[in-house]
């Protein structure tokens, strides 16, 4: 049977002279493994090898759980050129495509994640206007994998947060915000400032917040998908060095 669907490639390995397996994050059907059979020759029917953040429409044949999807056809539309020469940028989009890839299951379709995603990889700019778009589309990841973390109150005594809070953390294994009195109960927890802490709980506001609040906010995701994965994730360190 033949799936037609659109597509975005997260992952792609070379699987022999000729041919490459690729990770497709797709709107209809989530995430698919498929081997692209001769797409590395000069006349592959799928316009050219496939690289990451390839995009456009796919056709493919015989994806179950269990095996690999045959891709039968590529039609790609112009790629995201922006991210060429904007390392920054780039570093973003690939962390972004990591986290995607470990935390969404093969065949789970998340068609608003995939809208998320797609806006992200096409309006990525300034490091500033990209440290917000990463931001939000980390949290659309969490909401939408049934993991979205509690940003508007104390997530142990319920107390709605306020910029009165005299001292804001967040704990990744109570998934939130937890005020002053709680930390004690949370050896995990890290400090955030009132102006980082104000962000994070009016995400309305994320898109004037200035580059530092930004940054520290960046921290504190990347602490909490290092626990939530067990390992920090490869990218992070592009991200937060700069
Ligand atoms: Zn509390």
């Not at 920054?88 to 990591?98: Q, R, V």
């Not at 440290?131 to 993991?147: P, T």
Request: with cysteine.
């Amino acid at each position: 049977m033949l799936t037609k669907d659109t597509a975005i490639c997260i992952r792609a390995l070379d699987y022999s002279e000729t041919s490459q397996i690729v990770t497709f994050f797709t709107r209809a059907t989530g995430k698919i493994d498929a081997i692209a059979k001769g797409s590395k020759r000069p006349k592959s029917a799928f316009d050219g090898p496939l690289e990451i953040f390839s995009y456009g429409k796919i056709v493919f044949s015989d994806s179950t759980k269990e095996k690999l999807a045959v891709l039968t056809e590529f039609q790609q539309q112009p790629g995201f050129t922006h991210l060429a020469g904007n390392f920054f940028a780039l570093n973003c989009c690939l962390f972004g495509a990591e986290l995607l890839n470990n935390l969404t299951n093969e065949h789970d379709p998340h068609p608003q994640l995939f809208d998320n995603f797609l806006q992200f990889l096409q309006n990525t700019n300034e490091i500033r206007d990209t440290l917000v778009l990463l931001i939000l589309f980390q949290l659309a990841l969490l909401k939408e994998v049934g993991l979205q973390p509690i940003l508007n109150a104390c997530v142990n005594c319920k107390r709605r947060y306020g910029s009165n809070w005299p001292e804001s953390y967040f704990s990744s294994s109570a998934n939130g915000l937890i005020c002053r009195d709680c930390e004690n109960s949370f050896p995990d927890r890290i400090g955030m400032t009132q102006t980082a802490a104000n962000a994070l709980s009016n995400l309305k506001s994320i898109a004037d917040a200035d580059e530092k609040t930004l940054n520290e906010i960046e921290k504190v995701l990347v602490y909490h998908f290092t626990e939530i994965l067990h390992r920090p994730p490869k990218m992070a360190k592009y991200i937060l060095k700069r």
